[in-house]
Each structure stands twice: as C-alpha cells, then as structure tokens.
C-alpha cells in the first residue's frame, strides 16, 4: 500500500495473462491506483519497455475483454501491440 500521508493508495500489481514476442517474455498486469484500476503491458524480466493499456477499466467483463483481446492482437503482430503504430501496418 501507498504512503498513508501522501493520500495515495496503491494495490500489489496482479498478473493477468503473458506472452512471448520479440522482446522476450512479457505479462499484461492489473494494478489499482486510488481505486481505479489500470492495466500495463511489462516485461517479464528487468529490462525492457513497460506500456499503459489503460489507464481506468471500470468494470471486471471490461477488464476480461481488453486481456483477452489484448493477448490475441499481440500473439498476431509477435510484438506489444503499443510497441509502434499497428493500425496502418494490416
């Protein structure tokens, strides 16, 4: 948990699906922060990119979703789907 002074309240951060790319391994991870939820695409190991795939997920079937779409567009592109602009790649 966060500092109780600095108003801030931080949860463990919990892993929600993983992947390997070109990169290496890497895990999709939850974490609240002040009562909201953000979700960030991590490396596994201690060196690499991190990447925040949203900021709020309101909602737990919100959350399911954006794994699980997530995890399939980068098993598709065998990279982090925030890595480089994708859209204009397909």
Known sequence: MGDATS?????E?????????DEG???LVAQRI???VAVSDVPAGDEGRVYLVARHV????E??????DYLALAAELG???L???WIFEK
């Open 58 to 61: 309101p909602a737990m079937a």
């Open 34 to 36: 002040r009562g909201k």
């Open 13 to 21: 951060a919990r892993v929600l699906g993983s992947y390997n790319c």
């Open 79 to 81: 990279r982090p789907p």
């Open 63 to 68: 959350l399911h979703g954006l794994v699980a």
């Open 7 to 11: 108003g801030e309240e931080t949860g």
């Open 25 to 27: 391994p890497r895990q």
């Open 83 to 85: 890595q480089r602009d």
